[in-house]
């Protein structure tokens, strides 16, 4: 067997969380192997957040040449050039991708190795890294961090291996714009596509199985967005589960759906499975180091985000829970505290901002009103639509709401829900006074420009007034 080299902490995977623990490490006078198999920066520079954002701020610009004459604004014909789009988010990915690249491999004079192949577990502190070309490596650290993500899920209806189906991934690739584009998921990333697609100018369907879309917010969240995605023209079926697909001669892709009126066919030219994730730990093999998964393939951990095998560390997607960049930037802050500040930082009660980049966009932190009235919590709901807010008005964009949940004893604010123009940053206004531990008073009561979006929060509080 060979010798495996000797390393003093190993990170598998280069995302948000795995690109800078390396170089901290390193700094703190270690030597460091990072793994990485794919391109450095991970899914969200590559394929997740900043192309699917950067193709979101194209489909918004047709979105407003399309409502041109509303604003009194004369145009001409409004068409999309997709490989125009596309191009334009390869700039922004490649721009991202080398910056995170350059991150890790700038680092002169540190002892940081940048392995690009794939790891896998040979024995608890153990790994093997395969290069692609038939040439392998053994490395072994006694700290050792899975930053290793995951993909989408495939789908797996009757038929499925017949028709092309795409991805979060794929999609991005296409070379022309789909005619009809039908979607499997309700969920935030089959939103977001579709509603850009739709914005491109394809026909979209979404098809959900669950009674509403985004199932994990509340019900008046789902139906607003669902309003808003109707008024869009796009076709939404809930209730609905594809049973089968098939290719039509002509190329044309049927589904077969089974809903509450019984068996419907719809059809498109394209189809995307937007149907959750699965993380990577089977090529990582981690049982070889006798690390604990659960059902369904995520490392577990505990709150201080060790597995059950001392030192062996796993943060980002491939542990479960929400699956989101800030979440495994936040992952590496708690390591890097406790493990490098001799901190005790911990994944307990931190809050979980997330925004979802439909039009307007849909913001949350904090507990929804139904997750607060299951925990029977005492709570007065604040909600306001967004035309009441000045901005919003002056701006033409009125759609949605904003929401805040109040505890009715402490009058700290709970949680909230922003559809609205700019809603991450309205929300981000709100988590920080949750932060800050405010009374919604204070939220009321604060000075804010007269017109911004944010003064709508004082008409948000104020529906609480007697
Ligand atoms: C379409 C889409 C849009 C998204 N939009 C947003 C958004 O707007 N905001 C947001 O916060 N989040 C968004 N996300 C989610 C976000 O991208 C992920 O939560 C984030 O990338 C998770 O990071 P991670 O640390 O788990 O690692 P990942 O980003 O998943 O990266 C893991 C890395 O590990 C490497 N790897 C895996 N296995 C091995 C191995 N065995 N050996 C070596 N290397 C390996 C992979 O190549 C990859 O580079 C989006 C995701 C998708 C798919």
Redesign the pocket.
Known sequence: MPQATKYDVIV???????RFLPIVFAKAGRKVAV?????VG???VN???TP??TMVASARVAYLANRAAFYGVQTGPISVDLQAVRKRKQAVVDGARSYSESNITAGRGLDLDLLR????FIAPKTLEVSFGNGETRQITAPLIFI????RPKQLTIKGVESVPVLD?TTIMELETLPEHLLIIGGGY?GLEFGQMFRRFGSQVTIIQRHPRLLMNEDEDVSDEVTKIFREDEIRVLTETTPQRVEQLSGGRIQLTVSTSQGEQQPSGSHLLAAIG?VP?TE??TPEAAGIHLDKKGYIQVDEQLETNVPGIYA????KGGP??????YDDFRILRTNLLERGSASTQDRLVP?TI?IDPQLARVGMSENEARKQGRNIRVAKLSMNAVPRALETGETRGFMKAIVDAETNRILGCAILGLEGGEIMSIIQVAMMGKLPYTALKEGIFTHPTLAEGLNALFMTLDP
């Open positions: 598998i995977g280069t995302s948000q969380g795995g793994v990485e198999r794919g391109h991970g899914v969200c394929v997740g957040c699917t954002k192949g794939e790891a896998h930053d290793t993500g995951g979060s990333i994730r990577n090529a990582l943060m980002g997607d491939v699956a989101f960049t800030h979440i495994s997330y980049f």
